[in-house]
């Protein structure tokens, strides 16, 4: 069965770039009509869409964060990653990757803690 | 962007009780609608998908339902593994977006 795993800095420093990747096992990202996605909750609240990756490469960014989000697909290694620009303590999150189709978020990471300091 | 609100945010009911959440959509979404359950410390699960298909590993017991902008989320008999968090979500659009929760406490 596919599994995904997060993994990246839990600390980051306001005003740098917050780096993840999602490794994916048990089945690639360049096969299937899937989008692999990142999600974020912020402590205590609800979820919020980041961006995904299409299989075919395609990707889409959330309107709020797209001057600052760029996700990308490594084929060869079966990973996508999640780079966001300039964080502050507002981007203090969980972040999970996800794999998703027209018919929701089947497969979910564990999910990784970011802490952006000052 | 579609904008989703579930009522209650928050719900105190007892074991055995019948639940319903509710998820309306800021326009027609068709059934592209679709719940998750999140527990404490844990990653959000698919509960629900397209309004009303069940996802494998749940119980009966949980039933969706619902087109166009309004949904609804059926707990038939609350068990006590049930006391989590549920979103909605909707995949009509190609900017996902969820609602903000309906946290399920026990009475």
């Known amino acids: 069965q596919v599994q995904l795993q997060e993994s990246g800095p839990g600390l980051v420093k306001a005003s740098q770039t917050l780096s993840l990747t999602c490794t994916v096992s048990g089945g690639s990202i360049s096969s299937g009509d899937y989008y692999w996605t990142w999600i974020r909750q912020h402590p205590g609240k609800g979820l919020e869409y980041i961006g995904h990756i299409y299989y075919s490469g395609t990707t889409y960014y959330n309107p709020s964060l797209k001057s600052r989000v760029s996700i990308s697909g490594d084929t060869s290694k079966n990973q996508f990653s999640l780079k966001l620009s300039s964080v502050t303590a507002a981007d203090t999150a969980m972040y999970y990757c996800?794999?998703?189709?027209?018919?929701?978020?089947?497969?979910w990471g564990q999910g990784t803690t970011v802490t952006v300091s000052s | 962007d579609i904008q989703m609100t579930q009522s209650p945010s928050s719900l105190s009911a007892s074991v055995g009780d019948r639940v319903t959440i509710t998820c309306r959509a800021s326009?027609?979404?068709?059934?592209?609608l679709n719940w998750y359950q999140q527990k404490p410390g844990k990653a959000p699960k698919l509960l629900i998908y397209a309004a009303s298909s069940l996802q494998r590993g749940f119980p009966s017991r949980f039933s969706g339902s619902g087109s166009g902008t309004d949904f609804t989320l059926t707990i038939s008999t609350l068990q006590p593994e049930d006391f989590a968090t549920y979103y909605c979500?909707?995949?009509?659009?190609?900017?996902?977006?969820f609602g903000q929760g309906t946290k399920l406490e026990i009475k």
């Open positions: 979500q909707q995949s009509y659009s190609i900017f996902w977006t």
């Open positions: 326009q027609s979404i068709s059934t592209y």
């Open positions: 996800a794999r998703a189709q027209r018919g929701g978020l089947d497969v």
